[in-house]
């Protein structure tokens, strides 16, 4: 009985006023929620150090160098399709827009990285039922062409510094295969490069200029069944270089680096699910280097 007492009080209201505003969420209906990722290589955590295993296509022994990524618009979704961003809590990896992901610790194969990691996106949600996740692996336009000497954590990081117009490597994913990479004119390199990021930008951020890209090359990943409290994220080297020969590079920058001609690529972006061409999400498939798993 009272909720219809409630009810009818409401709609005498509504009468009254002509319009009520819906309230957002109140502080105390916030539940905290932590989306953990995880780097895996052949069914096992890919450490610094640590043997990966065989990889690509040619089947290379390799180590890691270096692997981080950046996430923006992280999201719960509901069964709905409806999507609730995560009000990220700003800490030393994350601010309110744009959190780092960091899995190597600066040890072994990884020398010259950073000593500490990071495998959680941390923040609060409104209390509900929700069903999976969404995010994309990219740095928003508004913050992604600024000086990392300027901007605050995570955004600080020189090793993640774009060169072209001062913006960032979305992805640095970085392995030395066993025997080395032979390039085009035959000479050598011990590491095997995915650095992605926009590519096509025009414009100084420094004078002031309005920097404009042709290729955003941002990745949207959309995990249709996610529980946060049971499963995380991984994203599989096995499954990122599975068109890959690891061992050759046949032009343009060791590796892949987002350059739209550079041959090895058009493999690492089709893994990825993105077009090589435009920089925008391939319609037709998904990205099947991420994936859900249950913690362990």
Known sequence: MRLIHVTAALALVIGLSGCVSTPGPRKDDLQPVTIAFELVANGHSARCGAPLGALGRDA??????????????????????????IALTPNDWQNDQVALLDFEDATGTCAGGTPATNTVVTGKVPAGRYTGLA?????????????????GAPLDIAAMGWSWQAGRKFAKIEIDPEGGVTKLDRSRSASWYVHLGSS????????????SCLRSNRLPVVLEQFDPDTQ???????????STRLSEDRGGAVGCMSGPTDPECGPIFERLGLSLDSGEPDASRHSPAFSVATKR
Do not use: M
């Open 135 to 151: 995010f994309t692996v990219g740095v928003p336009p508004s913050l992604n062409h600024t000086s990392t000497e300027l901007e």
């Open 60 to 85: 290379k022994r390799a180590t890691l160098r270096d692997a981080r990524f950046y996430v923006q618009d992280v999201a719960l979704v509901q069964a709905d399709g409806r999507r609730t961003p």
């Open 200 to 211: 096509g930008c025009t414009g100084n951020p420094v004078t002031g200029q309005t920097v």
């Open 232 to 242: 995380r994220v991984e994203l599989d080297l096995g499954s990122l270089f599975k």
